[in-house]
């Protein structure tokens, strides 16, 4: 994945994330910028660098949240964990990776909600939200294994 | 994805620096007012497609219910068309002479439904029509039919309409045969287009289908109009020789509007 199509994949998404907020479907959904980001971290070779995880956290914050914190703060902190830790992404078990994501969905839709005035419906989310980010990845965990095996 | 094994010092120095960062851009974005600056822009950037899809649909959705008004229409000619037709071909299948295939009404002398009281009709047992009354007939009670298809009898007569109660009233009753020569007396059983009627001796065989007749009896309906057509029997559960029969009638009130009808004096 080069640095163009990373760029044009975020801003694809941030028209994709208004669709669904106009539509009432961003409650339901998962948090398709936390999966653009487990995508990446399983397809390409080396981790971006950390200030990309920034910038990416803090171009969403701006379209999104009220104060830039939410995305900027979760995306620091996945971009540390990332480019800090001795093992790959992938070779860490399944459960290891579900407890993260379900951490990382709930600390950054609980301050999403502490920071913005969203409607009543929309708290649903913090509970939703990890369970279909973790659904998702659980999918292409076991589609990809047997590929990240041979690779290992 | 490659996992880099970064020197402890080295981890210190990029975490502190990224909080730094992270905290330079939290702080500018909240100085500037960057965030609504950049939530308007999408906005304004994706009305202009929001706009035109609307549109798009918008112009999609008249377009179908333009279509679906036309395909109603047309449904509604066909079946009244069905209707007609089938009206015919019971006629010529009991071998009676349609006076007049036609039951748009054409004229302004002739006599035809001008009003269904569906309401009463669904809720309340109570089946009506109206027609016209072209002659201004005052009073009486007639006998009217669609052809030679009994509808029921006049009830209320004002100057310009006269209420007619339809057989399948439960107030209304009628006196029947068959070709056999099975006679009896059919009462209205308040569902639509069904009357129904007992009986006490099996001496003349009746079968499913058989076409019903008015025999004259009751001094309303002259002899012959064809009322309907025998669509179930059953047998009473007290009285081993009595057998109910349920007779569809084959005028339908729903088809009713503005076709010509007939008044037998």
């Known amino acids: 994945m080069n640095e163009v199509f990373r760029y044009l994949s975020l801003g694809l998404l941030i028209i994709l994330n208004q669709i669904m907020l106009a539509t009432n479907l961003w409650a339901i959904s998962p948090d398709i910028f936390l999966v653009h980001t487990l995508f990446f971290t399983t397809f390409v070779k080396k981790i971006p660098n950390i200030y990309f995880f920034i910038f990416n956290g803090f171009v969403i914050d701006l379209f999104f949240s009220n104060i830039s914190m939410p995305y900027t703060i979760t995306y620091t902190l996945i971009g540390l964990y990332l480019n800090f830790s001795n093992l790959k992404w992938i070779q860490r078990s399944l459960l290891e990776q579900i407890i993260l994501i379900i951490s990382v969905s709930l600390f950054l839709n609980i301050i999403l909600f502490l920071t913005n005035d969203f409607a009543d419906g929309m708290g649903a989310r913090i509970f939703i939200n990890p369970l279909l980010n973790s659904i998702i990845w659980s999918v292409i965990f076991i589609n990809q294994r047997q590929k990240w095996l041979k690779n290992i | ?265």
């Open chain 2, 1 to 265: 994805m490659s996992a880099n094994i970064l020197p402890f010092q080295k981890k210190l120095r990029l975490a502190f620096f990224s909080f730094i960062v992270s905290g330079a851009l939290i702080y500018s974005s909240q100085n500037y007012d960057l965030n609504e600056k950049a939530q308007r822009f999408l906005v304004k950037f994706l009305n202009v497609p929001q706009q035109f899809i609307s549109q798009v649909l918008s112009e999609y959705r008249e377009f179908e219910n333009q279509k679906i008004a036309e395909l109603e229409e047309e449904i509604l000619n066909l079946q009244n068309k069905i209707y007609e037709n089938e009206l015919e071909i019971r006629s010529l299948e009991n071998s009676r002479s349609f006076n007049d295939f036609n039951f748009a009404m054409n004229e302004n002398s002739e006599t035809f439904v001008s009003s269904f009281d569906q309401m009463n009709f669904t809720c309340c047992n109570k089946h009506r029509i109206y027609i016209n009354n072209p002659d201004e007939i005052e009073d009486g009670i007639f006998a009217v039919s669609q052809g030679n298809f009994v509808i029921g009898k006049t009830k209320i007569i004002s100057t310009d309409e006269m209420e007619v109660r339809l057989l399948s009233d439960p107030d209304e009753y009628i006196s029947i045969k068959t070709t056999n020569g099975f006679f009896c007396i059919a009462k209205g059983t308040g569902k639509a287009r069904q009357i129904s009627c007992l009986n006490e001796s099996k001496a003349v065989s009746y079968t499913d289908g058989d076409t019903f007749f008015t025999t004259g009896f009751d001094g309303i309906y002259p002899p012959g109009l064809i009322v309907g057509r025998l669509k179930n029997i059953s047998s009473s559960q007290t009285n081993l020789f009595q057998q109910n029969l349920e007779i569809e009638l084959f005028f339908d009130p729903y088809q009713s509007i503005n076709k010509k009808v007939i008044l037998h004096e």
